[in-house]
């Protein structure tokens, strides 16, 4: 019995790129509520989760995905609709979902903090309790998390280790972000993991996935020791204006990322100053 076999679950972030335009009610704004949320959601034309996600990152995934060790089941972390029932290789059908515009950033209308609050108290469509209260895992099977920084400080608590059974096995893509009472494996979290892989910003998660099933995930390179570079204050400004959006959410991401990635050498409060002045 196919069901009696451990299960390799994945979970994954939802697809900003999506197959249909966005259904009324559901563009989440500041003044948004999950009341009439929930209601425009239910009310809206759904189709399955597969063909609405179209982003390269969500593709690629489930192409590696499908084409490795069985069964397997695919669970999607949405901004918009809690954790969404995606794709299996067993005989269950997928949920089917309207599009929606909503994505999960310390500087969003959905920080990580409101959809944090939204998650735990079950409050997403189609959700009466804790929200990871929705994922099937049982003992022995395998869980591999995909998850964006911002993601993984909104749904990665206390609940998600203590809905787990203890003999589960839980790998983490790149680096984990967030204090849990539970050690997990970390695959591809070295600084240097991007360069070698060759791979955007934008698709490092979904990569090391992809090479992770395969079985085919280098180890990284060791980084070059390199002479950190003094720059005066309009290329210090021009470097965090340049940078990935994600990584000016926080004053430490865009510290990390000129000092370790670009190898620049400038004060705390110098880059702070930037990164303020752009919000």
Known sequence: DSLAEPAHIYILP???QKSKGVEKGLNWEDKTKIGPWCKAWDEAEKIPVSELYTGQSFKRSLEAIQTGPKPWRIYVVSAGGGLIRGPTSENAPEQEIPSYEVHCFPTKPMSPARMGELWREGKYPDCEKGTWSKMDVK????????LANSYQRA???????????????VNIMGSLN??????????????????????????????????WIEGTLPKARKPKKRKARRVDDKELMTRVRKAPVELRATISGMVKHLRHTLNIAASYE????CVLELR
């Open 139 to 146: 003992s022995g099977d395998k869980v591999a998390v995909c």
């Open 178 to 211: 967030v204090k849990l009472s539970r050690e997990f494996n970390t695959h591809g979290h070295e600084r240097t993991m991007r360069e070698t892989l060759g791979c955007s910003f934008i698709m490092l998660r979904a990569t090391i996935l992809c090479r």
């Open 14 to 16: 939802c697809s900003a």
């Open 155 to 169: 749904v990665l608590n206390d609940d998600f280790v203590s809905h787990l059974p203890k003999d589960v096995e």
């Open 270 to 273: 110098r880059i702070r100053v």
